[in-house]
């Protein structure tokens, strides 16, 4: 298994608080995804990390933020966290060595957010 | 458009039987990449097969084994002699120019397989 551990794996918040998600990998690899899910949505991107300090937006990037300081850590943070952002977020990462259509990506166990 | 489309929310299958998942994509490009993942009720994504568009051949990993169209723009899942621990969801997901080759995936089918 991919080495790839997200924190918290469960987390309750409040409308209108700050919450970061943490993705640390062990494996080296150079790019770094956050997707949420959502029931009917499958999985959709949020933002992704091409290197250290290297990051751009997913297709449902609108009120969060990233941040990549460490090849290892990948930082997801929800400003003011509202009731449509809770969901089951996905860590994902890939070693940038296949082709850009073959490269498949190892995922983290998931956290599951709740915003009240 | 929806990229990726998978038609069937829910389906069933007799233990041992054969299933095939559907997933249609929509792609101008003549390179892209098609992938399957299963998610079990544990939560975790796991790759199950790939299918490059150049490919000649139908990707096969054990049991499973990938139904590519291209006329047809389709990117079938056959899992053979299924097994109650194939009870999952399934997701087919697709790179290609138009996302910036970023992995972009359907709604899921979940899969119940009954004994």
């Known amino acids: 298994d991919a080495g790839i551990t997200q924190s918290p794996r469960h987390k309750v918040t409040e409308t209108g608080t700050p919450v970061t998600l943490r993705c640390h990998q062990t494996?080296?690899?150079?790019?770094m995804y956050w997707y949420r899910q959502d029931p009917g949505h499958g999985l959709r991107l949020i933002h992704y990390?091409?290197?250290?300090?290297?990051?751009d937006k997913g297709e449902v990037s609108d009120g969060y933020s990233v941040s990549r300081s460490k090849t290892e850590d990948f930082l997801l943070t929800l400003e003011s966290a509202t009731s449509s952002q809770t969901s089951v977020y996905f860590c994902?990462?890939?070693?940038?060595?296949?082709?850009?259509?073959?490269?498949?990506?190892?995922f983290g166990s998931g956290t599951q957010l709740s915003v009240l | 458009a929806q990229k990726i489309t998978q038609t069937q929310p829910g389906m069933f299958v007799q233990e041992k039987e054969a299933v095939t998942l559907d997933c249609t994509y929509d792609t101008s490009d003549p390179s892209y990449g098609l992938f399957w993942y299963k998610q079990p009720s544990s939560g975790e994504m796991i790759f199950l097969i790939y299918?490059?568009?150049?490919?000649?051949q139908n990707a096969t990993e054990g049991r499973y084994s990938l139904n590519f169209q291209k006329a047809r723009k389709s990117a079938n899942l056959v899992i053979s002699a299924s097994q109650l621990g194939d009870s999952a969801m399934y997701f087919c997901?697709?790179?290609?120019?138009?996302?910036?080759?970023?992995?972009?995936f359907g709604s899921g089918t979940r899969l119940l397989v009954r004994p």
């Open positions: 997901a697709m790179r290609d120019v138009d996302s910036s080759y970023k992995l972009i």
């Open positions: 494996e080296n690899h150079r790019y």
């Open positions: 299918q490059g568009s150049y490919d000649q």
């Open positions: 994902a990462i890939s070693n940038g060595q296949g082709s850009l259509t073959n490269e498949k990506l190892f």
């Open positions: 990390s091409y290197g250290v300090k290297d990051t």
